[in-house]
């Protein structure tokens, strides 16, 4: 008799009537393919030496961040004028800034 010929002879005489299914959630994982340009692979590559893991968990917790970040991310109302008086000083050069 063969090794398959004993695996099915013993898959053949087991009783599944008592058995469980087990339904405990599972994540599943999904691999994505990205395009990096040099400077950006050379920060992940530097990123997790500097941490001891692999390219793939930064990228992982960086996503993560960026989906809190979101997630925490609130709508405000203001005005207008105030909104421009912002943006102005922030593209003004810094020695021409006004109180």
Partial sequence: MTKREEALRALESRDWSGAEVDDTK??????????????LSEWIAAES????????????DALTEAK???ASDQT?????????RAV????????????
Wanted: net charge positive; proline share 4%; no cysteine.
């Fill in 26 to 39: 599972r994540q599943i994982s999904i691999v994505y393919s990205v395009r990096v340009d040099q400077e």
């Fill in 49 to 60: 030496d500097r941490r001891g893991v692999s390219p793939s968990l930064v990228i992982r």
């Fill in 68 to 70: 809190a970040t979101e």
């Fill in 76 to 84: 405000v109302t203001l005005k207008l004028s105030d909104l421009h």
């Fill in 88 to 99: 102005n000083r922030l593209v003004q050069p810094i020695g021409y800034r006004t109180a």
